[in-house]
């Protein structure tokens, strides 16, 4: 994929690269922001630019794909890049926008480099970001052509036509579209995205897993509110402002983490807000009468932070073969001592061919994935949904 010459640049410079891109990066946002103040207005979460995650995962993504470029260079890190091209599509990206990113990113990588950016160093680094930019381009169109859409145009308006509070932070959202249109198809565990208009005019972009099993005529997302300094903004104005009879800009469903087609054991690990593609993929599962062997693992803060904890009682009877696991950090009443605390895989049985699907804080993802490879489950069959940006499992 990469060029013979290019291989050999990058090969030399990419520790280089690596160790300086924890300053390419804000300096590379700071030049776009400031040219396009749109992009961070609609666009990029501004959370995630406050606290920096959107930097570092940036900054993973090129590092690794040029890193796997190197390492194998007849393959295409498709797996990598799915997760990326789905979250663009949810956002709507286009491919005019990869050529915005590439001009204030390698203006920032010429400024922070200063002479050891050579034209030879440029060029190879620029086949590296035009061969992983046109790898998403081409996966974000077909995702898009799959929707039915045109490039970008992902957003519809829906009504909520129902509110439930599941605790006293977390809230479903039931909606249907305002058009009276039909209900476009997903998988079990995809998203869509919410773009809500903000009180400083910006109209801020999240992503909510569907909660509901698909072909229905409604679309459920539950919405956890965001404490902190500064708290959520999405989070908190769904909460504070939006009830039964309004309408919200919505996406198309995307999402490359969903439940496969087979037959064999499901193991579903979530903590927290990280319950809610499980009770997607639970909801179809017992909605389709599957036999499969279900595991279900949960870890909480309590029965009161518990979001859907009634539902997935409801949905795993519903199955002939589930198991449910969970551990709460400060439970109310009689408790099983070995059910306190965080999730323990140590006493679960883990069946022979399970597929996991993890979501949750990065850590408790990275522990459960630790323990599942230690137990022998290949990590091929192992597959997780970040809400934020994408940092990895493996630092």
Request: proline share 8%.
């Amino acid at each position: 994929m990469l060029s013979e010459k290019s291989t050999s640049v990058v090969r030399a410079t990419l520790p280089a690269v690596g160790a300086a891109i924890a300053d390419i990066t804000p300096l590379f946002y700071r030049k776009m922001f400031a040219a396009h103040p749109e992009l961070l207005r609609d666009l990029f979460n501004r959370g995630n630019q406050a606290n920096g995650t959107q930097s570092r995962a940036l900054a993973g993504s090129i590092a690794v794909f040029a890193g796997l470029l190197l390492e194998h260079p007849d393959e295409r890190p498709d797996r990598m890049l799915a997760r990326i091209a789905h979250k663009h599509a949810s956002l709507g990206i286009t491919a005019d926008q990869y050529t915005i990113v590439h001009r204030y990113l390698f203006e920032a990588i010429a400024e922070v480099l200063g002479d050891a950016v050579t034209p030879e160093v440029a060029a190879a680094w620029d086949e590296v970001y035009w061969l992983m930019a046109g790898a998403l381009i081409a996966m974000e169109a077909r995702l898009y052509a799959g929707a039915g859409v045109e490039d970008g145009d992902v957003w519809r308006p829906w009504r909520v036509v129902h509110r439930q509070e599941e605790t006293a932070d977390v809230a479903t959202f039931v909606l249907r579209p305002a058009d009276g249109g039909p209900v476009p198809p997903f998988k079990p565990g995809q998203y869509v995205s919410v773009r809500v208009p903000l009180p400083d005019g910006a109209r801020q972009i999240r992503q909510y897993s569907l909660v509901c099993a698909p072909g229905g005529e409604e679309w459920w997302i539950s919405v956890k509110r965001i404490a902190g300094d500064p708290a959520g903004e999405v989070s908190d104005r769904l909460h504070t402002d939006v009830r039964e009879g309004d309408v919200l800009t919505v996406g198309e469903p995307f999402g490359d983490v969903v439940l496969d087609e087979e037959d064999g054991p499901v193991l579903l690990a979530s903590a927290g807000i990280g319950c809610t593609p499980m009770i997607g993929m639970l909801s179809h599962l017992a909605d389709t009468g599957s036999p499969r062997p279900v595991t279900v693992v949960h870890g909480d803060r309590g029965p009161a932070d518990h979001a859907h904890r009634e539902r997935l009682e409801l949905l795993t009877d519903k199955l002939p073969d589930a198991s449910v696991h969970v551990w709460y950090e400060r439970p109310e009443g009689p408790w099983p001592a070995e059910r306190t605390g965080y999730v323990d895989l140590s006493g679960v049985e883990i069946p022979e061919g399970v597929r996991a699907y993890l979501c949750g804080p990065v850590p408790f993802m990275r522990s459960v994935r630790t323990r599942l490879l230690e137990r022998g489950v290949p990590a091929s069959r192992v597959h997780y949904e970040s809400f934020g940006p994408d940092l990895g499992l493996d630092a």
